[in-house]
């Protein structure tokens, strides 16, 4: 099924090496300042392009202005590091502006590729050959990589839910970018053992009004890769998850994502296709009534 329309979304990835690792709270933001202005400006004369900003987590008053500043910029969702902030969790009370901010203006937050530890590089010496980086551009995911990317945006998307982010922000959206899906199934199914488990003896989760996995269904989204099983994951958990993307030239990319998707998604109806192919998406970025 072909795409109703063509959107691309434009992650910053390509300059975050400059900036986003100091330990320096000014070069921090105002390298994130600059590059979300950066790449608002790229984005601004072609509709079909939708600018990611970045946003570090590490001050949260300054989060905040960077968050209202890259808004105002007309960036389209807001890319966010998955790893916890410090020493406190990306669900911590200071935050709750940000969340409020996002979930106001209508722009999700993303978790993509390279905002969170990988495999730590000592798993990768065996004393044998090590994988080549063959393209460039630190995000590109190795054998290794794979079965952990998720890690970090799991745990993040846990807090967010078990800590009642997404119940205090109902129309908060997010997805989690180029990392796979095949997680998905197993954290739903977690985070409902979690509440039921652990409600007799941590009063947060008897403030949660949905099952835990009721909030992901209703605010997050998922891009599998081509080489994962998509039939699987769609009569698993349902067609409102998930969304296709593509990341060509990367080996996880996929020669020919459309026609590998396409016979993934041929089982299903015509409205389970429109919303892997193009409905999913558009209503995380806020165009599908466009």
Known sequence: MPCRSTHNSCFPTFALGQFAFSRDADVLYGGTRALNRA???FCADD?????VGYLPLNDATRALEELDLALNAGVAAMW???DAPGDVSPAHVDYEPMWARLAEAGVPFVLHVGGGKLLPKAFHNNGRARPKDWLGGGENLRAKDFPVVHHSPERFLACLVLDGV??????????AIELGASWVPSMLR?????SRNFSKFE???QELSLAPSDYIRRQVRFTPFPFEDTTWLVEQCGPELFMFSTDYPHPEGGRRPFEIFGAAMESFDDAAREQFFWRNGAELL???SR
């Open 39 to 41: 790449m608002a400006a």
């Open 47 to 51: 509709r079909r392009l939708h600018a």
């Open 80 to 82: 966010i590091p998955s």
């Open 190 to 194: 977690n985070l409902d053992h979690a």
């Open 286 to 288: 806020g165009l599908a």
């Open 203 to 205: 009063p947060l989760l």
């Open 166 to 175: 997404f119940e205090r922000h109902p129309s908060l959206r997010g997805a």
